[in-house]
C-alpha cells in the first residue's frame, strides 16, 4: 500500500493535521496562519528601531499620535513604531527620512492589477535584494535601502517619474511587502547613484 504523503503548513513546515474531510488549508493552526500574515507585514528592524515614525491622513498630511500636525524635520513631533501603530490617529503611519542614510526610491504608477509594468521591472532587477512595498495608493512600489542622498530628487526613467528622498520627507508605510521582497534593508548606493 502506497504511503500518501501529507501536505504541510506554509509556515512553519509541519505536516498539515490529518482531517476527516480534504481541505485546502494552508496553515496547520490558527497560530501560524497570524504568524504567516505578521510576517508578510513585516517592516525592517532597522526602520522599526528608529523613533521616526508618525501618523498620517489620507491626503499624507503628518500627524503625531495624538492626532496634532507632525513635521518631517521636527523629531518632537516623531515616535517610536510601536507608538504609531498603536495610534488611531489618521488613517496610517509613515516613517520620516532624516539624513542617516536611509532612503525611499518612490515608482509612482508601476502597478496595474498586481503587475509590474516593464519599466518599472527593468528598474526593480537593477536593486539588490531589500524591502519593496506597495505604496498606499496600490499602484506604486517603495525600494527602501541604504544610501547617501541629501534632500530629494525627481528624476525620469524611461519617461517615467521616479522620486529618490534621503532626508526632509517622510514616506507614508504600508508594510505590505512586495513579491518576494525581504524585511530588511540593502546598500541600494550604487542603484541610486545611476538615478540621481
Do not use: N
Not at 500500500?1 to 485546502?24: I, N, Q, W
Not at 510576517?39 to 492626532?67: C, H, N, Y
Not at 514616506?171 to 550604487?190: E, K, N, Q, S, Y
Amino acid at each position: 500500500m502506497a504511503t500518501v504523503k501529507r501536505p504541510r503548513c506554509e509556515h512553519c513546515d509541519e505536516p498539515m493535521p490529518v482531517l476527516s474531510r480534504p481541505s485546502l488549508a494552508r496553515f496547520c493552526s490558527g497560530r501560524c496562519r497570524v504568524a504567516a500574515h505578521r510576517a508578510r507585514r513585516q517592516v525592517p528592524a532597522e526602520m522599526t528601531s528608529r523613533p521616526r515614525w508618525v501618523r498620517r491622513t489620507a491626503r499624507k498630511v503628518p500627524l503625531t499620535v495624538d492626532g496634532r500636525a507632525a513635521s518631517s524635520t521636527d523629531p518632537a513631533t516623531w515616535s517610536t513604531y510601536r507608538q504609531a501603530r498603536a495610534s488611531t490617529a489618521g488613517v496610517g503611519v509613515g516613517f520620516v527620512l532624516d539624513g542617516d542614510g536611509i532612503v525611499c526610491v518612490d515608482i509612482d504608477h508601476c502597478l496595474d492589477g498586481g503587475a509590474v509594468a516593464p519599466w518599472a521591472r527593468e528598474l526593480l532587477a537593477r536593486f539588490p535584494a531589500t524591502y519593496v512595498e506597495v505604496s498606499p495608493s496600490g499602484d506604486g512600489l517603495h525600494v527602501f535601502g541604504f544610501a547617501d542622498v541629501a534632500g530629494g530628487r525627481h528624476v525620469r526613467v524611461g519617461g517615467h517619474r521616479v522620486e529618490v528622498y534621503g532626508t526632509g520627507r517622510y514616506i507614508a508605510v504600508t508594510g505590505v511587502r512586495h513579491g518576494g521582497a525581504p524585511a530588511r534593508l540593502a546598500d541600494i548606493t550604487a542603484v541610486v547613484d545611476e538615478l540621481v
